[in-house]
């Protein structure tokens, strides 16, 4: 009699806590959900009752969320992302207008309860897709579907795009005609400093009065600028820069996603936990820990 020698599931492999992870991923296999998400099958439980939600920015969910997904799987979390807002950069997501991507994510929000069986989701965001959901709060009737609403390096009040801006600025001004034909199909567009699409975004969370938000950023951002952009002002809201939990913590934009004390602080905005200093250790702009 023969008998065959047991075989074993490959392990999932360890989140990389880098942003170059995420770049990786999306080159083997692009715009494809991050491990750990968009498990239909998957139900809240008591100790995580509602879903999470996962937002890119100018990007997508792979590069996006490569790590911080499959690490809110491994606590317990039924974890969801999409692209939304494509357009003609191809996989890149959060190009189409603030309207239309927040119409977007609010069908994807109201299929992600319909799966799971939730009365609530909790949504975390980066960069634009920490802010565009204030659309869905304020003009689809979203306030009641979130209970937890974590942004990370959302440009809330518009951002200069390390003075970049200016200089668009500069030039739309002399072509007005310009400015009428590109800026209300541009997402990204839209959120240029002093732009009057930010008036009708309105982040406000006193609109929200139940939802309690948390926001994330960093000192070394150079795409929400200045960084305090992507804070909010109200008594459901709890504000954290990382420098602030460790100042040996490098990340910028992109790493922010990825970076271990970010992502600690997710955890436990999650949890309705206190956030506490995090075991600190140096990280570098898009490489991660090292």
């Known amino acids: 009699m023969s008998t065959s020698a047991p075989t074993f599931a490959e392990p999932e492999p360890e989140p990389s806590y880098s942003y170059l992870g995420g ?3 999306q080159f083997r296999a692009p715009d494809t959900a991050p491990p750990g998400a968009n498990d239909w099958d998957c139900r809240p439980d008591g100790a995580h009752p509602q879903p999470v939600v996962l937002l890119h920015g100018l990007s997508n969910q792979t590069v996006t969320w490569n790590t911080l997904a499959p690490v809110l799987a491994a606590a317990g979390y039924c974890v969801f992302s999409t ?32 799966a799971t069986g939730a009365g609530q ?11 565009i959901p204030f659309h869905y709060l304020n003009h689809l009737g979203g306030a009641s579907k979130i209970d937890d609403y974590i942004a990370m390096g959302a440009p809330f009040h518009g951002t200069t795009l390390s003075g970049i801006q200016s200089m668009f600025a500069q030039v739309l001004a002399t072509a007005p005609a310009l400015d ?11 959120f240029t400093y ?9 982040p406000d969370p006193a609109a929200a009065p139940d939802v309690d938000f948390t926001t994330i950023v960093t000192r070394y951002d ?15 809201v709890r504000n954290v820069v990382v420098q602030d939990l460790c100042a040996q913590d490098y990340t910028e934009h992109y790493e922010l996603t990825a970076d271990p004390v970010a992502i600690g602080v997710v955890i436990a905005a999650l949890a309705d936990q206190d956030i506490v200093p995090a075991s600190c250790r140096p990280v570098l702009p898009f490489l991660g820990p090292v």
Do not use: K, W
Not at 106 to 113: K, M, P, Q
Not at 194 to 202: A, F, I, M, T, V
Not at 222 to 236: F, H, R, W
């Open 23 to 25: 770049v990786a991923a």
């Open 83 to 114: 692209t939304y807002g494509t357009g003609p950069l191809g996989p890149v997501g959060a190009v189409a207008p603030i309207a239309e991507s927040g119409e977007q994510i609010g069908a994807f929000i109201d299929r992600v309860l319909a």
């Open 121 to 131: 989701v909790d949504l975390v965001g980066h960069s634009m897709g920490g802010a």
């Open 180 to 190: 009428v034909a590109i800026t209300p199909h541009c997402g990204p567009c839209q």
């Open 194 to 202: 002093g732009s009057p699409y930010l008036r009708e975004l309105d």
């Open 222 to 236: 150079q795409i929400a600028t200045p960084y305090e952009t992507g804070m909010l002002t109200g008594a459901n």
